[in-house]
């Protein structure tokens, strides 16, 4: 089976700054991370002021691709300014803005016409944990994306696995925890097609931090990480990648 290559990405959601970007680009060029690929996906204003650094992506896409839908950015207008990933679904997205599988289904499809590579965000909240409909759950999340793209559509797309519970709580789920549902996304992947499933990097995100990453980037099914809190810290965000790059 080939090795995937582990992939750490920065979510800076609503926060950064001109010189934050500076600093994370100066402070990216000077490391030396042959084994992981590194991705920030700052605020979309601040996507072309990264001269170098990191790879860069945005946090969410427009489902149109022109128009008049003011404030909205598309896929196109991302991937112009040198983003070549975009994060879709993200359950403050489904949460706070009420997008329910088929938008993120539909905004997946426009990622990947744009040329950009989705990162679908599944994940479930501590209620539906304790429920037991966990599996269904992510079930759901994932079939809406395949019944409109088709398997061929994750060839070149990554999955994030975010229990809602983790995010921004300081709780990161145990590696244990996080294992068993990548393990069960990779077989839902294998379900459809073999070649997909040993392919596609499944993230973690959920309060990844520098003591709490490498445990969890050494389970079998964990390809890397979607970090919040922690990629805003230069020097944290750098010992996470650093515990990827192993
Ligand atoms: P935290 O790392 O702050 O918990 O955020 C995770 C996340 O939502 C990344 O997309």
């Not at 490391?31 to 700052?42: G, S, T």
């Not at 070149?156 to 709780?171: D, F, L, S």
Request: hydrophobic residues 45%; proline residues 4%; contains cysteine.
């Amino acid at each position: 089976m080939a090795q995937r290559r582990k992939l750490v990405a920065g979510n800076w959601k609503l926060n950064g700054s001109l010189s934050l970007v500076s600093l994370f680009e100066k402070g990216l060029d000077n490391v030396n991370l042959p084994n992981v690929d590194v991705v920030i996906c700052p605020p979309a204003v601040y996507i072309p002021s990264f001269k170098s650094g990191p790879v860069l992506g945005g946090q969410n896409l427009a489902v149109n691709d022109c128009g008049a839908f003011t404030g909205e950015i598309s896929g196109e207008q991302l991937a112009s300014v040198g983003a070549k990933y975009v994060i879709v679904g993200h359950s403050e997205r489904r949460e706070l803005f009420f997008e329910d599988n088929q938008l993120v289904a539909a905004k997946f499809a426009r990622a990947q016409n744009a040329g950009l590579v989705p990162i679908l965000c599944v994940g479930e909240s501590l209620e539906t944990r304790k429920s037991g409909d966990l599996f269904a759950f992510i079930n759901a999340q994932l079939q809406a994306v395949l019944d409109l793209v088709g398997i061929s559509g994750f060839t070149n797309a990554i999955v994030a696995y975010e229990p809602i519970w983790a995010i921004g709580t300081g709780e990161t789920a145990t590696p244990a925890q996080a294992q068993e549902v990548h393990e069960f996304i990779r077989a839902w992947f294998a379900k459809h097609d073999q070649a997909c499933a040993e392919s596609v990097k499944i993230l973690y995100g959920g309060s990844v931090n520098a003591s709490t990453a490498p445990e969890l980037f050494a389970q079998p099914d964990i390809d890397g990480g979607l970090v919040g809190g922690a990629s805003l810290k230069l020097e944290e965000f750098i010992t996470i990648c650093t515990a990827a790059n192993k």
